[in-house]
T-cell receptor, first 117, second 115 residues
Framework: AQKVTQAQTEISVVEKEDVTLDCVYE???????LFWYKQPPSGELVFLIR??????QNEISGRYSWNFQKSTSSFNFTITASQVVDSAVYFC??????????????FGTGTQLKVEL | EAQVTQNPRYLITVTGKKLTVTCSQN?????MSWYRQDPGLGLRQIYYSMNVEVTDKGDVPEGYKVSRKEKRNFPLILESPSPNQTSLYFC??????????????FGEGSWLTVV
């Protein structure tokens, strides 16, 4: 069965520090997608990235970068030069091609990131 | 504007009083789904629908019902709410049900408290 583990429950950093949020997944499928979402205190889910299982290239978007490694089943998220506005809960999620539930997302338990001045 | 709209956004209700959380999407999506979010558990799927009149249980369906009579609407029904259903609920939709790379659109969430 699919599973997503975010072992870091809470991380606190000082502004301008770099921070990496870990995500480890389990799946039997060869075709799957990985996602990251941000949930600010207001509660909505903000889509950050989608990555398919055949594309292991790292991605950078501004201060955000993602490291996808199939060999270790990890999809880690790094924020460079963190800012207070980055404070949120971050979720990693997995979607598989041939598992019941349609386009079901299996979420990790989330990492609460606190960025302080 | 592409939207998934949930109502109510905030609700405090009493144990046993039936309630419905509505969900509507304006993108002609086939697939719709409900999740609940609880501290330390992340989001878990409650029910999903592949298309009109096609619904199925997710991982945590107990205590909930759904219906899909129209493509755009997918209400979540709590026939007899209990305090353990206090949670943040999200409705989601995507174009088709079987492509895992579909963009998934989430509603803004409904905060439900059962006392």
């Amino acid at each position: 069965a699919q599973k997503v583990t975010q072992a870091q429950t809470e991380i606190s950093v000082v502004e301008k520090e770099d921070v990496t949020l870990d995500c480890v997944y389990e799946t039997r499928d060869t075709t799957y997608y990985l996602f990251w979402y941000k949930q600010p205190p207001s509660g909505e889910l903000v889509f950050l990235i989608r990555r398919n299982s055949f594309d292991e290239q790292n991605e950078i978007s501004g201060r955000y970068s993602w490291n996808f490694q199939k060999s270790t089943s990890s999809f880690n998220f790094t924020i460079t030069a963190s800012q207070v506005v980055d404070s949120a809960v971050y979720f990693c999620a997995l979607s598989e091609a041939f598992t019941g539930g349609g386009n079901k997302l299996t979420f990790g338990t989330g990492t609460q990131l606190k960025v302080e001045l | 504007e592409a939207q998934v709209t949930q109502n109510p956004r905030y609700l405090i209700t009493v144990t046993g009083k039936k309630l419905t959380v509505t969900c509507s999407q304006n993108m002609n999506h086939e697939y719709m789904s409900w999740y609940r979010q609880d501290p330390g558990l992340g989001l878990r799927q409650i029910y999903y629908s592949m298309n009109v009149e096609v619904t199925d249980k997710g991982d945590v369906p107990e205590g909930y019902k759904v219906s899909r009579k129209e493509k755009r609407n997918f209400p979540l029904i709590l026939e007899s709410p209990s305090p353990n259903q206090t949670s943040l609920y999200f409705c989601a939709s995507s174009l088709t049900p079987v492509f895992p790379g579909n963009t998934i659109y989430f509603g803004e969430g409904s905060w439900l408290t059962v006392v």
